[in-house]
């Protein structure tokens, strides 16, 4: 079992960067695979970026690539999404997600644990 808490979110102006934070209870957090993912009102969720267990790897989504950069540090149980040159078509719900089979899946039915999420708020 894992528990998943983010932190980070904000509302920030179109062109600033936010942080976000991901922190995972249990002694296993190198076993999963991470993921971010993010909800905006009245859309479906849509994937953002995965890393792999090593934390060497990672994928993103085409509208993120180049402006978000997921990474995690094994030893404090956590993973962050950093997000710069934001828009406000950013605006979301951002939830992060563990799995433990399938690595850089862009699937949210391959993940098991998933965090309440946090706002993201981009004005433009």
């Known amino acids: 079992q894992v528990q998943l808490v983010e932190s980070g979110g904000g509302l920030v102006q179109a062109g600033g960067s936010l942080r976000l934070s991901c922190a995972a209870s249990?002694?296993?957090?190198?076993?999963?695979?991470m993921g971010w993912f993010r909800q905006a009102p009245g859309k479906e969720r849509e994937f953002v970026a995965a890393i792999s267990r090593s934390g060497l790897t990672s994928y993103y989504a085409d509208s993120v690539k180049g402006r978000f950069t997921i990474s995690r540090d094994n030893a404090k149980n956590t993973v962050y999404l950093q997000m710069n040159s934001l828009k406000p078509e950013d605006t979301a719900v951002y939830s992060c997600?563990?799995?433990?089979?399938?690595?850089?899946?862009?699937?949210?039915?391959?993940?098991?644990?998933w965090g309440q999420g946090t706002q993201v708020t981009v004005s433009s």
């Open positions: 997600a563990a799995g433990r089979l399938i690595p850089l899946s862009s699937r949210s039915d391959e993940y098991d644990y």
């Open positions: 249990g002694r296993t957090f190198s076993a999963y695979h």
